[in-house]
Structures are given as C-alpha cells and as structure tokens.
C-alpha cells in the first residue's frame, strides 16, 4: 500500500513549483476591443470590450505584472485603466476639460514602479467664437487616484515616449531624442535625429508611431536619408538606416543599414540585443550591431507593427488587418497565423507583448 506520504508528493511538489511565465500579446481593434492572445497556444485567450472606445484603442501600456493595462480611447481623448483578468475597467481618466480638448495620439508610458503614468498630450483651448492651439506637453499622472502629479511643455512632433529602465528619464521620439526628467516633465536634454550626419547624409526622415520596446528595453525606429555627395539617379544613394536607444544605458546610435528599395514602418529589438526586426509589406533581419541586413521574406499583406518574444524565438507582426503573422525570428518562415474575432481591423494600433506568471 502507498504512503499518505508518496501519495501527496506529487502536488506538494506541483505546489512548490516556481510560476511559469508565460508571453501573451495583447491587441486593440476597431471599434471598442482589446485581444489577448496566448502566444503558446497561437490563439484568442480572451476579449475584452471597453466602453465608449471608439474609432480604436490606439495604445495599450501593460504593468509589469501583466494584471492590468492602460488603453488611448474614445477619439484619444481618455485614458482607461483596464483588469485584465477580469476585463473590468477600474478607473477613466478625461484629458479634457469644458474649456480645453486635449488629444493623446500616441505618446505614453508607464513608470518601472508603475506608480505614474506618463502622456504626451495635444491641448486645444475652447471659447466660443475660435480655438486656440496651445503648447504640447508632457503629463504625468498618479496611476492609484489618476490626479495629475506634474506637467511641463513639451516639443511638437514626438510621437514614442519611453521611461528609462530606472525611472529617472524620459525619451520622447520627435525632430530629435528629447529627453525629459521624469518627476517634472521638464525637457533636460535631447540627442541629435534630424542633426545626425551632417556633411555625409541630408536630413534623417524619421515616422515612427508604434511603441513596442518592452521585451528589449531598446526603442528602435528606421530612417531614411540620401548620401550628402550622391547621384539623385543612383540608387544606392537613397539609404535606409536604423535608430536604437538603449533605455538602461541611455546610448542613442544611428547607422546607415542598407539602400532604399523597399520601407519598413516599424522595427523591434531582439531580447539579446542582437539583431532588429523590421516589418511593412516585407518583413526584414538585421544585425543589431553593424546594422547589416541578414534576410527578408514577402509578406501576404501590408503589416504597421512588430514585436517579439521574450526568449528571442518568434516575430509576431499586425496592425492593418485582422490578423497577427507569426515567424520564426532565426529563418523568419511563417510558423502560423492568429485571425482575431471577427477579422476587425488593428489599424494604426501598437501590439505589445506581456509576460504573466500562471
């Protein structure tokens, strides 16, 4: 006969098992939703309607626990604070006023400690006769009440912001790298975008809209620029390049990667730091380091938004369309597909990736 003893081993020891951590994604779509995805299954987990979102949840920011998510909705006009879990909304946070419309396109972020929730806002005054266009700035909010903690002007033009890994800065994606101090929003420094390589390259143009720089903690974004002394009838005169910023060290580094014959409209670091991803009707490898371009497949169909998993594995793209492109980030073969409820558009919308102990 067994033991009470060899009976009960096998779930205390299930018990004393540390969480698995676990990569979901979560994914806003037209008009109200969020999807989370469970990335090892390659299926909807859940979806979570939100009231008054419409046109779209532009921007999900995920606490670093994984319980609860900070969404852009309602014409980018709130702000709602989101369980999950249970898909409740905890708290709305209205940007505006009777007096003033603010808009928060897509700069935001949240704080490593998760105690502040950082936005970059668009004000327009309201009177009765005109509007009145106000300075940008940067906000920031106290995520337990929603009262506002601090607020400074900002630059026009930023689009990705960023926390630093200790909470002590801002990166804001504009003309330049502005750089913010993160207890008063006040602009304290900025690292050079449209003044890089002059007297070799013209003006970087830069676009960037998609904030996914969590699993690597490296904002990156392409360029493009054509060579100072370049024949405008050669080709390899027109350069794409490719922007990191290290959001641990604060190193900012801009390199020219390859010529312009196609265009990507979003890229993501790799975990290791080794290699970048970039995606829009190609998907496309490169050396993190030399900015050297290793591959690059055709894509079914156009895709804004790429990020991937927190062991370096596997590239997820969406936004467009209705459904999230999984490859393999060392081939980049198609490994399958993940068609979201009732193929609803992700549009402009950022897919980020969560890990959530289980």
Known sequence: MRTLTALLAPAL???????????????????DRLVIVDTEAMAVDKVITIDMAAPLPSLPVVSADGRRAFVIVAQNEEIVEIDLESGEEVQRLILGTEQERVKALFGMDLSPDGTTLAVYESPVGLFKNHFEVRPTRLSLYDTATGALKARAEAPRQVTVIAYSKDGSRIYGMGREMHVF????GQKVDELPIHGWGKGEYVQPDVLDAWSQFEVAGMVTTPFYTFREDGDPEDPEAYRTGLLT???????????????????????VADPAKQRIFGVYNQLASFDLETRAPIKRVNLPHSYYSVNVSSDGSTVYIGGTLGNIGVYDADTLEKKGQID???GHSMSLASVRLFTRDE
Not at 13 to 31: C, E, H, K, N, S
Not at 181 to 184: E, F, I, L, S
Request: aromatic share 8%; charged share 25%; no cysteine.
């Open 13 to 31: 020891l299930a018990a004393a098992a540390p969480a698995q951590a676990r990569d979901y994604l979560i994914a806003p779509t037209r008009p």
């Open 245 to 267: 910023l290290d959001l641990e060290t604060g190193e900012m580094v801009m390199k020219d990667a390859e010529a312009t014959d196609i265009f990507y409209f979003s890229t």
């Open 340 to 342: 979201l409820p009732d």
């Open 181 to 184: 101090d993160a207890a008063t």
